[in-house]
């Protein structure tokens, strides 16, 4: 599996209109799930997925585009993945609103998914 942990960025994702002016601060954590066996071998990253084509994909989509749900940019992000780095088998992503405006102190809220190609491609 590929990780990437703790990949922050400034995104305008929210319910209100406010937080889509304001914007937010997120973090996403991806687990990837990929062959590495050839890679490991070889020694060639042609091999494998870069994790920074992956955390690149993340903060491209996280700060260009705009949601009002979470869940949304989470299956934007997890079909963009999808569809550019076909090694990719199954996708673990998280993604968290750091200090979300609510009537409570929270650290953070957020929503993880899980998805396989195999259940992307019937859709």
Do not use: W
Not at 78 to 90: D, G, K, L, S, W
């Amino acid at each position: 599996k590929i990780l990437i942990r703790g990949l922050e960025f400034y995104g305008y994702h929210g319910a209100s209109d406010e937080e889509q002016t304001v914007g937010h601060r997120f973090i996403a954590d991806a687990t990837l799930t990929v062959d590495t066996r050839s890679a490991g071998q070889s020694d060639d990253l042609s091999e494998t997925v870069s994790y920074a084509d992956i955390a690149a994909k993340i903060l491209t989509v996280g700060t260009q585009t705009q949601y009002r749900l979470i869940e949304a940019l989470l299956a934007h992000i997890t079909r963009e993945i999808f569809a550019e780095f076909p090694r990719v088998q199954q996708i673990r992503l998280c993604i968290q609103k750091l200090c979300p405006p609510m009537n409570a102190i929270v650290a953070s809220v957020g929503v993880e998914i899980e998805r396989t190609r195999e259940e992307e491609e019937k859709i």
